[in-house]
């Protein structure tokens, strides 16, 4: 697979929680020459992302993030503040709680509550699967499907690990048609990627993929 063709399925990302305007305007500048498919930064920098770049890239931001266990009501807030800013793609993070608790009716409400809120942006449903068993995984696949989400996400970075290739390939045989697949956290390689991609994962959470290509095109590789 060309490289070009992995960058279009890259959510190229900077979450830190240090992260200045300066190195989100490099981000901004990385996904329009490299044409990822968006840029994945903090809610307080979208405005000027959205602003910075225009039409040229879409603008990703994260919602309850990273541990998922706000209110429905705060999480409804920062979606809506996060769209009126230029917000195109929602990544938002489940109650984990609830998912342990199997109050599966209360996430359910909260993920449609949210892509109502989105209307026809983007909603990206992260499940946090280090935190999941397997049956906990396959129940959020009908979770995320029944509430018409339009991913579901297997990690925010944050926890113990990230994505890998087996829980693409579970999400694959359980979520239904209307629902794509973004992997995300610890994607460090071309060759990683480009598999997670031939598993059927629509999107890349990562910040390396692109580290990777400007330092090829540094070396002359």
């Known amino acids: 697979m060309k490289i070009k063709e992995i960058l279009k399925h890259v959510d190229h990302t900077l979450l830190l929680q240090p992260s200045t305007w300066e190195e989100i305007k490099q981000i901004c500048d990385d996904a329009m020459k490299y044409g990822t498919a968006s840029v994945c930064i903090p809610p307080c920098y979208v405005k000027q992302a959205a602003e910075y770049m225009g039409e040229k890239m879409a603008v990703c931001t994260v919602i309850g993030f990273p ?24 990544d938002m993070v489940i109650n984990i709680g609830w998912l342990k608790d199997k109050k599966y009716e209360l996430i359910e409400n909260e993920i449609r509550t949210l892509k109502a809120a989105c209307g ?40 113990g690990s990230g994505a890998t290739f087996e829980d693409i390939e579970l999400f694959s045989k359980h979520i239904g048609p209307n629902v794509k697949m973004k992997a995300a956290g610890g994607i460090s390689s071309l060759d990683d990627a480009e598999k997670f991609i031939s598993l059927g994962a629509d999107r890349l959470g990562t910040s390396r993929i692109v580290k990777i290509v400007k330092n090829e095109e540094a070396t002359g590789y």
């Open 67 to 90: 541990n998922g266990n706000m209110t429905t009501a705060v999480k409804e807030f920062e979606t809506k503040d996060a769209i009126a800013n230029g917000a195109s793609e929602i």
């Open 120 to 159: 026809e942006k983007i909603l990206k449903v992260i499940i946090e699967t280090c935190f999941l068993t397997t049956e906990e995984k396959i129940k959020m696949c009908e979770i995320v499907t029944a509430a018409g989400a339009d991913y579901i996400k297997t990690s925010t970075g944050f926890g």
